[in-house]
């Protein structure tokens, strides 16, 4: 018969379940502790990643928004239609953020050193989506936090 270790590699449904079970049982000395700490801390890395992904969609997204202010609409016949995907990439990616931080309110002190490391690699996505030199972008990240997380901000062109 398995161990509750030993479910943790052949079957990790049961053995969350089991887990689960004997912690309300409370039969602390069955339990898995060492799988579980791993888990936990998974499970808050997973979380990270998702507000970095996302800050980093939005990043790119601003950027091209800022810099590449023709490319916000395009022409279809006579009238000029807005281009909805950057907006809504921005938009959605802001609500994202939001959702995320409400859950996991201690990640918001982590945004400053994510976008510190994010910044250089958005710069080389937004050039190679729009074709823009490299000089045409900041050094430092042009927007603070604030910013960047308000539905309200819009970057302009220049």
């Known amino acids: 018969m398995e161990t509750v270790p030993d479910l943790y590699n052949s079957d990790f449904y049961e053995w969350a379940l ?67 995907s950057w907006r809504d990439s921005i938009i959605n990616s802001r609500r994202e953020i939001e959702d995320i931080l409400e859950s996991s309110p201690s990640l918001k002190r982590t945004i400053p050193s994510l976008v510190e490391n994010l910044y250089p690699k958005c710069i080389e996505s937004a050039i190679q989506e729009t074709g823009l030199k490299p000089d045409v972008f900041p050094e430092k990240f042009p927007f603070s936090q604030e910013e960047l997380l308000s539905e309200q901000f819009w970057p302009e062109g220049e």
């Open 18 to 84: 089991t887990n689960a079970h004997l912690l309300r049982k409370g039969l602390i000395s069955e339990i898995d502790f060492q799988h579980i700490a791993d888990e936990l801390e998974d499970m808050g890395q997973k979380e990270k990643r998702e507000l970095k992904s996302q800050l980093r969609r939005l990043i790119v997204h601003l950027l091209k928004w800022r810099f590449q202010p023709e490319k916000r609409t395009i022409r279809l016949s006579d009238s000029n239609i807005e281009n909805r």
